[in-house]
T-cell receptor
Framework: GAGVSQSPSNKVTEKGKDVELRCDPI?????LYWYRQSLGQGLEFLIY????????KSGLPSDRFSAERTGGSVSTLTIQRTQQEDSAVYLC????????????FGQGTRLTVV | GENVEQHPSTLSVQEGDSAVIKCTYS??????FPWYKQELGKRPQLIID?????GEKKDQRIAVTLNKTAKHFSLHITETQPEDSAVYFC?????????????FGKGTMLLVSP
C-alpha cells in the first residue's frame, strides 16, 4: 500500500517568504508527527497530532511555525517569514496508535532558504 | 525534557566485523526504545525496537540490549555488510511526552568497508 507521502520533495525559497509543506499519512493512521532534520543533527520533534485531540505543539521553535491536520488525515506545516536557519529536511511520520507503535516516515521535504 | 545521548557519532568497520552503537537517556520511566536506519537520501525506517520489560531482543544479525538501571541501550550488528552503511538513530519514548512522541539521538554514521 501507499506509504507516507510528502510534497514538495524540494523547496527553495527566499528569506522572508512563507512556505507550506504537505504530508499525506498512511490511511487509517491516527497519529501524525512532524520532525526537522538539520545537517549532522538528529530528528527534532516539532508537532504531534493524535486523532481529534488538541495537537502537541511543544516542539515548534517559534511562532512562525504552525501546522494543521484537516479531517484527521492530510497535514500542512507552514513556516512564515522564513529565515536561513529554517533550512533543513522536514520529515513527516504517521503511526497506527500511540508512541510505542512503529512510525512510518515520509521521504521528507528539503527546504532551502536563500 | 528527555535527553538522549548517542555514541559514537561515526563508526568505521571492515566488512564482517561487529558494530555497537550506544545510547543513554535521562527519563527512567521511558518504556520504548526503537532504532531507525536511514540510508543516504532515504527516509528513516524502523529496524528493531525493545520495550522496557525486556532486556534483549534479536533479529538475525541485529540485536538490541537494554539496561534500565543504568539507563542505556545498545544496537549490535554482527557480520557487517556494506549495505549496513547508513545513519542509525536511537529513540526513546519518555513519560514526559505522555508516552506519545519519541526523542531521537543525533545519529551514528556507520561505514562498512568491503
Amino acid at each position: 500500500g501507499a506509504g507516507v507521502s510528502q510534497s514538495p520533495s524540494n523547496k527553495v525559497t527566499e528569506k522572508g517568504k512563507d512556505v507550506e509543506l504537505r504530508c499525506d499519512p498512511i490511511s487509517g493512521h491516527t497519529a501524525l508527527y512532524w520532525y526537522r532534520q538539520s545537517l549532522g543533527q538528529g530528528l527534532e520533534f516539532l508537532i504531534y497530532f493524535q486523532g481529534n485531540s488538541a495537537p502537541d505543539k511543544s516542539g515548534l521553535p517559534s511562532d512562525r511555525f504552525s501546522a494543521e491536520r484537516t479531517g484527521g488525515s492530510v497535514s500542512t506545516l507552514t513556516i512564515q517569514r522564513t529565515q536561513q536557519e529554517d533550512s533543513a529536511v522536514y520529515l513527516c511520520a504517521s503511526s497506527r496508535g500511540w508512541g510505542n507503535t512503529e512510525a512510518f516516515f515520509g521521504q521528507g521535504t528539503r527546504l532551502t532558504v536563500v | 525534557g528527555e535527553n538522549v545521548e548517542q555514541h559514537p557519532s561515526t563508526l568505521s568497520v571492515q566488512e564482517g566485523d561487529s558494530a555497537v552503537i550506544k545510547c543513554t537517556y535521562s527519563d527512567s520511566a521511558s518504556n520504548y526504545f526503537p532504532w531507525y536506519k536511514q540510508e543516504l537520501g532515504k527516509r528513516p525506517q524502523l529496524i528493531i525496537d525493545i520495550r522496557s520489560n525486556v532486556g534483549e531482543k534479536k533479529d538475525q544479525r541485529i540485536a538490541v540490549t537494554l539496561n534500565k538501571t543504568a539507563k542505556h541501550f545498545s544496537l549490535h550488528i554482527t557480520e557487517t555488510q556494506p549495505e549496513d552503511s547508513a545513519v542509525y538513530f536511537c529513540a526513546v519514548l519518555p513519560r514526559g511526552s505522555g508516552y506519545s512522541t519519541l526523542t531521537f539521538g543525533k545519529g551514528t554514521m556507520l561505514l562498512v568497508s568491503p
